[in-house]
């Protein structure tokens, strides 16, 4: 399918913007794994979701964004900007590079890589 999975994760990403969590759960497999740099993994679809629901509660302003993306068969490398804005801040700029595994169309395995020190220092300006 042309375009398949570069469509797939740029409108993953684009979901993150409705700030709904229940609108990730179409583009992930039921036994998905996350893995957020320097934090243990999540596993499964639920769990994923549930983490994504009190992430979207402490950020009352949330913006993501592609930078660039590659495309290898079922492999998508993703440069992004993670817009966080806590309760009463500006929003942060963090920026991500992601690694998605993608498998009969639905995201099974999900690795985030920021730097987790820039982003507190970012959220706390």
């Known amino acids: 399918m042309a375009g398949g999975n570069d469509a797939l994760v740029r409108d993953f990403v684009e979901a993150f913007n409705t700030k709904n969590a229940d609108e ?3 583009f992930l497999a039921d036994d998905v794994v996350f893995q957020n740099y320097g934090e243990d993994a999540v596993h ?3 769990s994923v979701i549930d983490l ?4 979207m509660r402490a950020f009352p302003q949330i913006r993501f964004e592609t930078v660039n993306q590659a495309v290898d068969g079922d492999v998508v490398l993703a440069e992004q900007v993670h817009g966080l804005g806590l309760p009463g801040g500006p929003v942060a700029p963090i ?3 992601a690694v998605y595994e993608i498998r009969d169309g639905k995201i099974a395995a999900w690795r985030d890589y920021s730097n987790p020190e820039y982003a507190r220092r970012l959220l706390q300006a």
């Open 44 to 46: 499964g679809r639920e």
């Open 24 to 26: 990730l759960s179409r």
């Open 95 to 97: 920026m991500n590079l």
């Open 52 to 55: 994504w629901r009190g992430v």
